[in-house]
């Protein structure tokens, strides 16, 4: 049975295989991107730029902010909410978590009810 499934499915062994390297890839991908060494030569690098003038110091503040950012929010971006320019979560998020039943007659069910 193993034989006839391996015919069945050489097809698909190119796609099986570019999966495999576009996982390998994104494994390496994102442990760069997280490596300590690598975000200090970043800042590094910014510092540099606005040292020399290449950027304004408020385009350097705004890339370590962007760099900051990416170590401070989980990988792959899960558990990431919208928020407005202040930070606080967007109205529409916090309505959807709030939403509450409305019983016959109009009435509001809330907890305890």
Do not use: F
């Amino acid at each position: 049975m193993d034989i006839l499934w391996s015919l069945l499915t050489l097809p698909y062994a190119p796609v099986r295989g570019l999966t495999a390297v576009v996982k390998v890839i994104d494994r390496e991908a994102e442990s760069r991107q997280y490596n300590p060494v690598n975000i200090r030569h970043e800042l590094e690098e910014l510092d540099q730029a606005a040292e020399v003038g290449d950027i304004t110091p408020q385009e350097r503040d705004r890339g370590q902010q962007q760099v900051l950012d990416r170590l401070t929010t989980p990988a792959g971006g899960a558990g990431r909410t919208r928020s407005d320019a202040a930070g606080r979560p967007s109205p529409a998020r916090e309505t959807g978590r709030r939403r509450t039943a409305v019983r016959r007659g109009g009435q509001h069910r809330g907890r305890g009810d």
